[in-house]
């Protein structure tokens, strides 16, 4: 592992360069290590602002308060072995044509590069949403939506009128996709028990989630979406679609029919799109400014570099759509990319880029959820079960592929 300080000794060409250490790029690294056993001349290098992997598919429970930030990062220095060089420094932009990555302590050179940086909240240009709302796409935006809660909480425990009482405790969440919907189930479900804790009646709070489109989970099978919504109609939560945002102000939420819809906390989970960084760099770019890749993740015309998980535009072959912004296809296209540099190294044939869907699951609340697998539709604790091994066997697999490698630390 290496610091900031040292970025400069890696500016070296022939290396493996991989930029970001979310799913696709840690799983890069990690199945790169093993391949390059035999290979101690290609030098390994991931770079990424934190010096931990965040399991953002558990953030909606870490901003619901039902788990612990810290069971979701994870030291990459627990993960990687001494043959990757870690760096951890903020990169800045790209330098192409001299194959340069640029970061906060210098540039770094590359023979081949993996652009694995994720996404960022996309507030669609609506007015006062980047400023009034807060966001869920790191741990730390999660603690600070857990925090925002329990401040409006006692917020509304202190005052006297209970319809500034009714305000202050109602969450509102923008957005009724995945995240969306995960988070507003958690809170509905653990609102009353804090509510209680500040001296508040357990029916006092709120969660409020409002979506723009005709239906939450857009894109689901109805019969997903009817589960979905029953069990947050269980819950209490007080679904609005068809509700788009027109400006977010000190009031709360304006949607376009003039309706405002107020409250003590707002986030927005609405939606994605690519680093600014990357829609800066020259590269080719598509919708949500995802970078247009080939068959084998190589961006068109530099096929030096590849492109893994959110940040990669690939278009589903059978479907014909740009495949979504999901951890698994970000850790099969992990997978894609690690096997073509090595074949790149071997000289070998490269291997085009098919995604084997698993299926679709989302927990609502703390004990039920929906998932949609081989064309079956389930809804209740099974799916909530199947949610959590989910996520229990990704941190087990990230610290097996670790484990995996046979070169000592
Ligand atoms: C709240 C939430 C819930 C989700 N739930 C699910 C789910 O249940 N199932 C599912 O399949 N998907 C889910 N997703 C989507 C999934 O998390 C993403 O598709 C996945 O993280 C994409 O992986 P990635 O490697 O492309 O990016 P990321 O995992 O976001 O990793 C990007 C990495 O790049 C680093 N980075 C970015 N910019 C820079 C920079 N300028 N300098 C240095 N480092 C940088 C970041 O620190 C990060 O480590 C969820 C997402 C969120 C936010």
Redesign the pocket.
Known sequence: MENAGNASTVETAGQIVV?????????VALRLTAKLRNNPAVELTL????DY??A?????RV?GGTRAADAVRVPLSDVLAKRVRFVQ????GFDLAGRRLL?GDGPIGWRWLVL????RPNDFAIPGLAQRALS???VSD?ERVWAAVGTALTAAAAATDPEQQRRLATVVVGGGG??GV??AGELAEMLPEVASGHGLSPDRPAVRLVEAGPTILAGSSPQLIDKAAKILSDLGVQVRTNAAIAAATEEGFRLKDGELVDGGVFVW?GG?KA?E?VAESGLPTGHNGRVKVDRYLRVLDHPEIYV????ASVVNPRSGHVLP??????LEE?ETVARNLDAELRGRQLEAFTFHDKGF??SVGTRRGVADIAGITTGGRLAHLL?DTIEWEYRQSVRHLRGWDPVAR
């Open positions: 930029a970001g250490a979310g799913y696709a790029g840690l799983h770079v990424d602002r934190h992997h965040q953002l598919t558990e953030l909606p901003a420094t903020e990169i800045s970061t694995a940086l994720g996404s869920l796409y790191s999660a995945a995240t995960e988070l989970a994605v680093p960084l893994a998980g959110d940040l912004p999901l951890a698994q296809v970000a992990g699951v989302v949610k």
